[in-house]
């Protein structure tokens, strides 16, 4: 195997196990932050106009325990990292708070400027924001995908204020997030887990504690994580496999990368598999989401 073809393998293991951000001394070639970067805008710009109807239907039943956990009130000063087309912020404005989303996508951007937030252009690193100028910070499944999470997750501590309080969500492990461990199962059986030329990811998250060790390392404090369960429906294989394709970043690379001519055995796999979760509307898969919390000091 060579180097490239190694460091693919490796990363596609960590998936299997749970994580998006495997520390990059792992890897055979080096972590490049700015190709991360550019493979992630890319990517969320072809996705941006089929986000809502396509992946957003697996985020949307974290959105209230992700504000819950932030502590989300009216005249809450919130800020939406990795916002997209705004699904958290609009949640967060019915609530009577004063929501601001933050994303590098325009495309993104135009849509939830469309839906009426209030959003800006600029970079979950370094966040274009005064000291201390919200009162809680969120991000719905966006942390792992900046190329240095403790930079993003520093930087947010920098824009709350003392008392403030912030929360992300990640994908659990796929022992909890069947949806994910039925493509990643197939892929391995009939197709190529290397298949993807998706940059090595940055440093991150491997589980549930280190969600809650990335807040402490950013200096938060009464760190705590939930897990929440869902259930994701779809019609069959094909919708599951078509919706991570036209909605995400990763997976959609690694789908995208198969042979044309694996995907039949891929998705027959994903149906048999998924028999256990059918009745008479489709396939209702269980996905679920760590909820990691913090305080600012």
């Given at each position: 195997m060579n180097a490239l073809r190694a460091k693919r393998h490796f990363a596609?293991?960590?998936?299997?196990?749970?994580?998006?951000?495997?520390?990059?001394?792992?890897?055979?070639?080096?972590?490049?932050?700015?190709?991360v970067r550019a493979f992630e805008h890319a990517r969320w710009q072809q996705a941006a106009s089929a986000y809502e109807s396509s992946f957003a239907t697996a985020t949307r039943p974290f959105v209230d325990p992700l504000l819950e956990a932030a502590g989300v009130r009216e005249d809450t000063r919130l800020?939406?990292?990795?916002?997209?087309?705004?699904?958290?912020?609009?949640?967060?404005?019915?609530?009577?708070a004063n929501a601001r989303g933050l994303d590098f996508s325009p495309a993104m951007l135009a849509i939830a400027r469309a839906h009426g937030i209030a959003a800006d252009e600029g970079d979950?690193?370094?966040?274009?924001?005064?000291?201390?100028?919200?009162?809680?910070?969120?991000?719905?499944?966006?942390?792992h995908h900046v190329p240095r999470p403790a930079l993003a997750l520093r930087e947010t501590y920098r824009?709350?204020?003392?008392?403030?309080?912030?929360?992300?969500?990640?994908?659990?492990?796929?022992?909890?997030?069947?949806?994910w461990k039925l493509l990643f199962d197939a892929i391995a059986r009939h197709g190529d887990p290397s298949a993807s030329d998706a940059p090595a990811p940055g440093g991150g998250f491997r589980g549930?504690?280190?969600?809650?060790?990335?807040?402490?390392?950013?200096?938060?404090?009464?760190?705590?994580?939930?897990l929440v369960h869902?259930?994701?429906?779809?019609?069959?294989?094909?919708?599951?496999?078509?919706?991570?394709?036209?909605?995400?970043?990763?997976?959609?690379?690694?789908?995208?990368?198969?042979?044309?001519?694996?995907?039949?055995?891929?998705i027959a796999?994903?149906?048999?598999?998924?028999?256990?979760?059918?009745?008479?509307?489709?396939?209702?898969?269980?996905?679920?989401?760590?909820?990691?919390?913090?305080?600012?000091?």
């Open positions: 596609f293991s960590v998936l299997l196990r749970g994580s998006s951000c495997p520390p990059c001394e792992h890897f055979l070639m080096p972590f490049d932050p700015e190709a800020l939406d990292i990795a916002c997209g087309p705004g699904l958290v912020a609009s949640e967060a404005v019915s609530r009577g979950a690193e370094a966040q274009p924001y005064a000291d201390s100028t919200f009162d809680a910070v969120v991000s719905n499944f966006g942390i824009v709350l204020r003392a008392g403030g309080r912030v929360a992300f969500s990640f994908w659990a492990d796929h022992n909890d997030n069947i949806a549930t504690e280190q969600c809650a060790e990335a807040l402490r390392a950013a200096g938060f404090a009464d760190c705590s994580t939930q869902a259930i994701w429906r779809h019609a069959d294989a094909h919708a599951l496999v078509t919706t991570l394709q036209t909605g995400t970043a990763r997976m959609a690379a690694m789908i995208e990368a198969q042979d044309p001519a694996a995907m039949p055995a891929i796999d994903i149906d048999a598999n998924a028999e256990i979760y059918r009745n008479a509307n489709g396939i209702d898969v269980p996905i679920a989401a760590v909820i990691a919390a913090g305080t600012k000091r």
